[in-house]
């Protein structure tokens, strides 16, 4: 059974450690078995250091949605998408192409959004340097 995943949280909730978790538990962590589709990588130079540049976030955006549906027409049996996804439209594309491609498709909440202590954790533990203001107000924004 092909299988797709939408990943929502905040920043630093565990979202990309949930996936590897996922791809572990799913297919054994074998590489030609998933594919992880997330908006971050493309933020990565060749050195491998990430450089949030938000004007470069729609680009990004478009170019990671053509390589999720890329793995879906590749038939790869378990393709995530791993952004925070904060607001309903932003995985909409997601999940309509996954299903199109006859993928069972499952949206799942990584952590807790509005729980405030657990906000002020992510700030601490995110691995981009989005402040507790920004995880805040993305907490405020998130749409069920």
Partial sequence: MKQAFILRG????GKTHYAYALADELVAGDETQFIICSTDDYFHN???EYHFEK???PEYHNLNLARFINAL?????LVIADN???KRW???AYTSAAQAMGYQVKEVIVG?????S???LYAKRNTHGVALRTISKMAYMFEW
């Fill in 10 to 13: 905040l920043p630093g909730s």
């Fill in 46 to 48: 060749e050195q491998g």
């Fill in 55 to 57: 004007f470069r976030l």
């Fill in 73 to 77: 027409a590749e038939g790869i049996p």
């Fill in 84 to 86: 925070t996804n904060i």
């Fill in 90 to 92: 932003e995985f909409v």
């Fill in 112 to 116: 807790e959004v509005k729980d405030k």
């Fill in 118 to 120: 657990m906000q002020h």
